[in-house]
């Protein structure tokens, strides 16, 4: 039954496609700009989505699939960045002249683009390609959509997570009865289990990226002030709630998580991973991107970590919410791009949508609610274990300059650590620097 459904589908896709191209369709090369690295020499020949783990490893198999098999005549080719670099370069590309067919995009960015006319509305190629909207989670299609029109076909909800080493929380004595680990419930509690934990195991309680611009503490303290009812920034995007009594509760949790030691601050973000791979760290605070990842290293008998679990990042106030982005594609607007070039990139779009579970594989939450609703999502490993994180998400308004907000963040918020600034004074610089990038926005 369920190979005769794949078929039909894969029909219909087929009819589809005929049908935008008239049965006419020549040979054209598309350029497909992202990041996730670059790993062709392990899956550059890999069609077989199955075969291929985590991020990198499942989009380019995706990519290769699609060459492979579709009978447009389209060829995608891929053009990768440093994530660091990545928004830098593709605005570069709309003065080289050299602007992708499609790119990867993060919903937190998409409206630095969609405001200025640079993204290819999405609304009626999508409704002509099939792709069901009614079929996204009302988040991720609010994400996609500004001003009453779709820009992007959104992929995935990746959120905060926490990354358990289950040996050694059982070295410690924080596993429950039913095998699952006993998380903090309040911020006093962290800080008493993070002692417990060091003192039993002589490792460290929390791994964490602390050196980096990829700002994973600024994403805990985003969703600890979120927890105490606080908004980061206003709706409107006008005003920001950093320097509060609930930013100061957030920062000096944050604080002694490193003046304690339970955190090591001289880890970057590869190095943070490693930790944990290599059993010097208890919970790793990383990304739903990780899960697959650290599953496979774990299963493989390679590494120190060997009874790997994930847990929601848990609530240590009054209401359950943690930081939460999604990926998306878009098609980058190009007055030049040819119609052939054009029906290709959407092409690809659907061929990306209708398999869309196999994105999810990386640890993402899929946007699409009939994959969520899949037994094939449910049979996922360690999905169970963070299932609340889907519920809980929770992301900054959709407004320009989001993410030089986050990046304005980062550096003060690492002072903290890095140079033992204050938790009142770190606030205070925290505040300056975003209000001033929200005044590029008035």
């Not at 800080?191 to 417990?196: I, S």
């Not at 700002?215 to 006008?238: C, E, H, I, P, Y």
């Not at 000096?252 to 290599?278: H, M, R, T, V, W």
């Not at 120190?304 to 240590?316: E, H, I």
Request: net charge negative; with cysteine; hydrophobic share 40%.
């Amino acid at each position: 039954m369920h190979k005769t459904k794949m078929l039909q589908r894969l029909a219909l896709a087929t009819t589809l496609m005929t049908a935008l191209w008239g049965g006419s369709a020549q040979a054209v090369d598309i350029s497909f700009f992202r990041f996730f690295g670059d790993c062709q020499g392990e899956y550059g020949a890999v069609t077989d989505v199955t075969k291929a783990n985590g991020e990198c490893g499942i989009i380019t198999a995706l990519t290769n699939k699609f060459n492979a098999e579709n009978t447009i005549g389209a060829k995608v080719v891929t053009q990768t960045a440093e994530w660091g670099a990545y928004y830098d370069l593709l605005t570069a590309t709309y003065s080289t002249g050299n602007i992708p067919d499609v790119a990867v995009m993060h919903a937190s960015v998409m409206p630095n683009f969609s405001d200025r006319d640079l993204l290819t509305p999405l609304t009626k190629p999508i409704a002509d390609l099939g792709i069901q909207t009614n079929d996204f989670v009302p988040a991720a299609l609010k994400n996609a959509t500004a001003k009453n029109e779709i820009y992007a076909l959104p992929y995935d909800l990746h959120a905060l997570l926490f990354h358990v080493n289950m040996d050694l929380m059982k070295k410690a004595g924080l596993v429950n009865a039913d095998g699952s680990p006993i998380l903090p419930k309040s911020p006093e509690e962290l800080l008493e289990q993070g002692k417990k934990f060091k003192e039993a195991t002589g490792k460290y309680y929390i791994g964490s990226e602390a050196q980096s611009s990829e700002g994973m503490m600024v994403r805990l303290f985003d969703t600890l002030l979120w927890q105490q009812g606080v908004d980061v920034l206003s709706a409107d995007g006008k005003t920001a709630s950093i320097n509060t009594p609930e930013g100061l509760n957030a920062a000096k949790l944050i604080s002694s998580i490193f003046s304690e030691g339970l955190a090591n601050s001289a880890l970057d973000y590869p190095g943070s991973e490693q930790a944990f791979l290599n059993g010097e760290t208890g919970i790793l605070l990383n990304g739903t991107w990780g899960v697959d990842n650290y599953d496979t290293q774990a299963k493989s008998g390679k590494v120190a970590l060997k009874d790997y679990r994930v847990a929601n990042v848990p609530q240590l106030y009054a209401k359950p919410s943690v930081w939460a982005d999604s990926h998306m594609w878009v098609i980058p607007k190009d007055d030049s791009r040819s119609e052939d070039k054009t029906k290709a990139a959407l092409a690809f779009l659907k061929f990306l949508n209708d398999n869309s579970f196999q994105w999810s594989r990386t640890g993402h939450l899929s946007t699409r609610q009939s994959v969520l609703n899949s037994e094939e999502f449910k049979a996922l490993p360690h999905r169970a274990e963070f299932a609340d994180t889907a519920k809980n998400a929770t992301s900054l308004p959709q407004i320009q300059n989001q993410r030089a907000v986050y990046n304005a963040m980062i550096t003060d918020l690492n002072a903290m650590w890095l140079t033992g600034t204050d938790p009142q004074a770190t606030l205070e610089a925290m505040q300056a620097g975003v209000e001033r990038v929200l005044r590029r926005n008035r």
